[in-house]
């Protein structure tokens, strides 16, 4: 799994990047505020472990709450030496999935880390994709867009399902090279972006709301939010 942690104290983050490289996951760490919401808002991730208390100028459950707002529904494990129930109850109330107090053992952190991703493949099970008039069934690849019928070659459904999946967030080049192309290094070709402009106007093209954008030095956009 590809994890992201976000913790300021070198000791800890140490011991966690440790554990879990050891038991076989990928770990982006970043250990201020200011990283930890980029990376959490520029790259998918099957979990995110968050400490509350950052540098930075951006706490953890700002981060938490900004991803909620946003649609994004990555499991997050909140890591706080705040063990009062209020803060307890306030971190859940911001979107977080569990909450962990300081100190911890290791093997608990992975029992909940492992707990919130089998409940997140579990909910993961989805038939249909769907944002502004536009969706697509991901069994018989229909895509449809307020009411008219779609056709789409299947390396552009592929693309739509990515962007989709990643609603209003920054997707970027290496981000669709890797999931959409499955290239692990960039071939210096315009192939995303001759891509783009034929999705674009597949799904655009003479709807009042134009869905798909481009972000300028950063990459790529579907979103229905004017």
């Not at 069994?139 to 867009?145: E, G």
């Amino acid at each position: 799994m590809k994890l992201l942690l976000v913790e300021d104290n070198e000791r800890v983050s140490r011991f966690v990047i440790k554990g879990l490289g050891e038991a076989g996951h990928t770990v982006d760490h970043a250990d201020n505020g200011r990283d930890g919401m980029y990376h959490a808002v520029s790259a998918a991730y099957d979990a995110i472990i968050m400490d509350r208390m950052l540098p930075g100028g951006i706490d953890g459950l700002a981060i938490v709450e900004t991803l909620r707002k946003s649609g994004n529904r990555v499991p997050i494990l909140i890591l706080s030496a705040l063990d009062g129930v209020d803060e307890r109850i306030r971190g859940l109330k911001s979107g977080g999935d569990d909450y962990l107090i300081k100190p911890f053992a290791f093997g608990e952190l992975l029992a909940r880390l492992d707990a919130l991703l089998r409940r997140s493949q579990e909910k993961s099970v989805e038939t249909s994709l769907a944002l502004g008039g536009l969706s697509i069934d991901l069994l018989t690849h229909k895509v449809m867009r307020d009411g008219k019928q779609l056709t789409l070659q299947p390396r552009e459904f592929k693309l739509l399902e990515y962007l989709l999946r990643h609603a209003n967030q920054i997707v970027t080049r290496t981000m669709l090279l890797e999931n959409v192309w499955d290239y692990h290094f960039d071939p210096q070709t315009n192939v995303i972006d001759v891509h783009i402009s034929k999705l674009r106007q597949k799904i655009d093209a003479g709807f009042p709301t134009q869905l798909l954008r481009t972000v300028r030095s950063a990459g790529y956009m579907l979103s229905d939010h004017a």
